[in-house]
């Protein structure tokens, strides 16, 4: 028999929030239609487990967080970041201006759907006490993730969002 654990719902919603504070600023970062701005987006997904892990009091790592993911998916997202990283590099080269619309809108969403899927992965680690999900787990999770994040986005932009790397003035 499997124990769930259940975050107190302050907790849970400041997690929640954390997610969607870094989810937007991934998308605005992916939108940016300039070669290596990936770079910018791994850092903001560092600092979104760093900053869940600190709610939970939970260790999580770059290494759970990979293995809950697995082979495929980290795959998956490696390719994605790839693929968007060359064609943004192709549509400088063409000059195209719809080029470098269009990849704004694709790049935005990839690395939002990504952030949304690394942080709904670090919430549930840090559920579990800082293990690795099972492939069933994640699968279920990225699964669900991936039918919510439009509504989640939307949530998300319509709330005045701190940000978690700011000190709250007591």
């Known amino acids: 028999m499997s124990k769930t654990l259940v975050a107190a719902p302050a907790q849970g919603e400041n997690a929640r929030d954390i997610v969607g504070w870094y989810t937007l600023a991934a998308a605005a970062k992916g939108a940016f239609p300039v070669p290596a701005a990936s770079v910018a987006i791994v850092a903001n997904n560092g600092f979104m487990i760093a900053h869940i892990s600190s709610i939970y ?93 439009k509504n989640f986005l939307g949530e998300m932009k319509g709330r005045d969002l701190d940000d978690p790397g700011e000190p709250v003035n007591a």
Do not use: C, D
């Open 57 to 149: 009091a939970s260790e999580i790592t770059w290494e759970n967080v990979m293995a809950s993911l697995g082979v495929a998916g980290t795959l998956n997202m490696a390719g994605r970041t790839v693929f968007i990283e060359a064609a943004k590099t192709l549509a400088w080269g063409s000059g195209s201006v719809w080029a470098l619309a269009g990849l704004s809108v694709v790049g935005a969403a990839t690395a939002g759907l990504q952030t949304y899927i690394v942080g709904q992965i670090a919430i549930k680690i840090a559920q579990k006490s800082g293990k690795a999900l099972t492939p069933k787990e994640a699968k279920g999770l990225i699964s669900h993730a991936k039918k919510t994040y």
